[in-house]
């Protein structure tokens, strides 16, 4: 494994801690500023909007500049943005830190991703992004219980101030560890102006791969979304149980990520297929039997493991269809934000109609189906093109 990737994944380790652990910080920090608890909810939105958009922003106006040196701008601009909010005097401060911490997020993954593919050999090529994704997923697993505990014992801001110093730390062993020879960013049909920087759009296989990341990511995360809910008022768990439960949730996240790229490196639509097809199954199975503690327990780290399993998957299958070009990649990455919003609203909506706590599993199985759908149609068009 070359050592780039570990820096690299470590960059990812950082910046999932930040998405992930305001969510057990947020009490405390509405206390700090004395703001409501839909006021401290910005936080979350704010970050997730400006994800969406930086992904895509920051990648285009980086296009001529060499990889690593856009990563460790990228980067440094996360340490800047969690220094903001480690002394954030006021609440303003606090939003404006979150905002830009995100706006690194979507191109970190993106451009990352094409360097982790450009450290190894082709054949393994997701399971190198696979390794840069296990921080996010790493992330992900210990993101909630880490804000909590470092928030109870020695107050929020010493979270941030932890997650400032493991960016440090990916700065600069991705300034040591990641070769100049990454390339630029504006390899894979960018090197003209800014129209030619979205040559890559033009591919429908672009289109397909974007269309069922949104609604792949749709249909895990918008069952995620409420899934306390659905442990507390279906299954029978306390609440007191839901932190190791989402526990085996992020586990499985790992074990999907790992096993999913190993799997694409192999036959990648048929992976893709099958982990669309497994989260579909297992989404609807828990919607069926979420009153059953036991068999939540299995079906949540299912869930995570078929949820994840694309992930890989899907980055390289887009930067493919075009070519090779950075912002393909982030815009997968906006593209799973935008999904994780339609399936929230649809699984909230699901809820306020009256259709229960296990709703949300069902519009997410829904999602997932059409995924599946759209992953189909992109995988026979693929076909017919090499037959021809």
């Known amino acids: 494994m070359p050592s780039g990737l570990i820096a690299l994944a470590l960059g990812g380790f950082g910046i999932g801690l930040t998405e992930f652990l305001i969510a057990g910080l947020l009490p405390q920090v509405a206390s700090g500023f004395a703001v409501s608890e839909a006021t401290a909810g910005r936080l979350v939105s704010g970050y997730a909007l400006s994800v969406a958009v930086g992904a895509?922003?920051?990648?285009?106006?980086?296009?001529?500049?060499?990889?690593?040196?856009?990563?460790?701008?990228?980067?440094?601009?996360?340490?800047?943005?969690?220094?903001?909010?480690?002394?954030?005097?006021?609440?303003?401060?606090?939003?404006l830190g979150r905002?830009?911490?995100?706006?690194?997020?979507?191109?970190?993954?993106?451009?990352?991703?094409?360097?982790?593919?450009?450290?190894v050999a082709p054949e393994r090529k997701s399971r190198a992004v696979a390794v840069m994704f296990a921080g996010l997923t790493l992330a992900?697993?210990?993101?909630?219980?880490?804000?909590?505990?470092?928030?109870?014992?020695?107050?929020?801001?010493?979270a941030f101030w932890a997650v400032t110093a493991i960016g440090v730390l990916a700065l600069?062993?991705?300034?040591?560890?990641?070769?100049?020879?990454?390339?630029?960013?504006?390899?894979?049909?960018?090197?003209?102006?800014?129209?030619?920087?979205?040559?890559?759009?033009?591919?429908s296989q672009v289109w397909l791969t974007l269309a069922a990341t949104?609604?792949?990511?749709?249909?895990?995360?918008?069952?995620?979304?409420?899934?306390?809910?659905?442990?507390?008022?279906v299954s029978g768990f306390s609440s007191g149980d839901v932190a190791w439960l989402l526990m085996v949730y992020g586990v499985g996240l790992v074990v999907g990520n790992l096993v999913g790229g190993r799997a694409a490196d192999r036959d990648r639509d048929r992976a893709l297929l099958f982990a669309l097809l497994g989260l579909t199954v297992t989404l609807t199975l828990f919607g069926l039997l979420a009153g059953s503690a036991v068999a939540?327990?299995?079906?949540?780290?299912l869930m995570g493991v078929?949820?994840?399993a694309a992930v890989p998957g899907m980055i390289t299958r887009v930067t493919d269809a075009a070519h090779g070009a950075a912002l393909?990649?982030?815009?997968?990455?906006?593209?799973?934000?935008?999904?994780?919003?339609?399936?929230?609203?649809?699984?909230?909506?699901?809820?306020?109609?009256?259709?229960g706590y296990a709703a949300p599993l069902c519009t997410g199985a829904a999602l997932a189906l059409a995924a599946l759908l759209v992953m189909l149609v992109a995988a026979r068009r693929a076909t017919s093109s090499v037959r021809q």
Not at 65 to 92: D, W
Not at 110 to 115: C, M, T, W
Not at 140 to 158: D, H, M, Q, S, T
């Open 296 to 301: 939540s327990v299995v079906l949540v780290f």
């Open 56 to 95: 895509i922003a920051l990648t285009a106006a980086t296009a001529r500049l060499p990889r690593k040196q856009v990563l460790v701008g990228l980067v440094a601009l996360f340490v800047v943005g969690n220094l903001l909010c480690a002394v954030a005097p006021t609440y303003s401060v606090m939003l």
């Open 328 to 355: 393909a990649a982030s815009a997968n990455v906006s593209a799973s934000n935008v999904g994780n919003a339609l399936g929230a609203w649809l699984g909230g909506l699901a809820i306020t109609a009256g259709l």
């Open 172 to 203: 600069a062993g991705i300034v040591a560890l990641v070769p100049g020879r990454a390339g630029t960013v504006s390899e894979g049909g960018s090197r003209g102006g800014p129209r030619d920087r979205f040559q890559a759009f033009r591919s």
């Open 214 to 233: 949104a609604l792949g990511y749709g249909g895990m995360f918008g069952a995620f979304s409420y899934i306390a809910y659905t442990f507390t008022e």
């Open 140 to 158: 992900n697993v210990l993101g909630v219980p880490f804000g909590a505990l470092v928030g109870e014992r020695w107050g929020w801001r010493a």
């Open 99 to 119: 905002i830009v911490a995100a706006l690194c997020h979507g191109s970190f993954f993106g451009i990352g991703s094409l360097v982790a593919r450009a450290l």
């Open 306 to 308: 078929t949820g994840f």
